[in-house]
């Protein structure tokens, strides 16, 4: 790793992943050559795992066979947002994006208090993960397919006056946390 200041006093580090740096690069401050790659920040390699699992979860939950729900998990993490931002923060909102989908459809399913609970926890963690332009890019995703997942359960209800009125009551508490 290496690590510099440029002359606006902006920190730069370089961490190589794959092998060592190019043989042009000179930074001013090195830790020595690193021989077989790099340790990679724990907080960057556990949000990887949340988004794979969520995936996981969110395609599960939809009925879709195992190998189906690891190569969901595997295209989230290999998508262009993920590879071009690996060291951002942008990516720690856009994990909980499948744990706020796998909430909603739960709660969709037969509305409740724990379950609203659980989708305010999903999407309170996607909103406080530290990038709000990642939670809003949740939200355009989360919002019309909860719409959807509502609606859908409505209509599939037994009794939609009770459907209604549990959504009602456990969306209002949900809200409120």
């Known amino acids: 790793m290496a690590t510099w200041e440029d002359a606006r006093g902006t920190r730069w580090i370089l961490t190589p992943i794959w092998g060592p740096p190019h ?9 020595g050559p ?7 920040a724990l907080k960057i390699v556990l ?7 969520g995936t996981w979860l969110y395609l599960r939950r939809r009925g879709l066979h195992p190998a189906a729900c690891y190569a969901g998990g595997a295209v ?6 993920f590879l071009h931002n690996v060291f ?3 990516n720690w909102g856009v994990v909980w994006t499948p744990w706020v989908l796998a909430a909603i459809d739960a709660w969709a399913d037969r509305p409740n208090r724990v ?28 919002l019309p397919y909860g719409v959807w997942a509502f609606v859908h359960g409505a209509r599939g209800a037994p009794d939609r006056r009770a459907y ?14």
Request: hydrophobic share 60%; net charge positive; aromatic share 10%.
């Open 23 to 31: 043989s042009e690069f000179k930074a001013p401050v090195s830790h």
């Open 34 to 40: 690193v021989t077989h790659g790099a340790i990679v």
């Open 47 to 53: 949000h990887f795992w949340l988004g794979c699992f």
């Open 76 to 81: 989230l993490v290999l998508s262009y947002p």
């Open 88 to 90: 951002s923060a942008l």
């Open 115 to 142: 379950r609203a609970a659980l989708l305010a926890l999903a999407t309170a963690m996607s909103c406080l993960a530290g990038a709000p332009a990642s939670f809003l890019y949740s939200l355009l995703i989360a």
């Open 164 to 177: 209604w009125r549990d959504a009602a009551v456990s969306g209002a508490s949900a809200v409120g946390l």
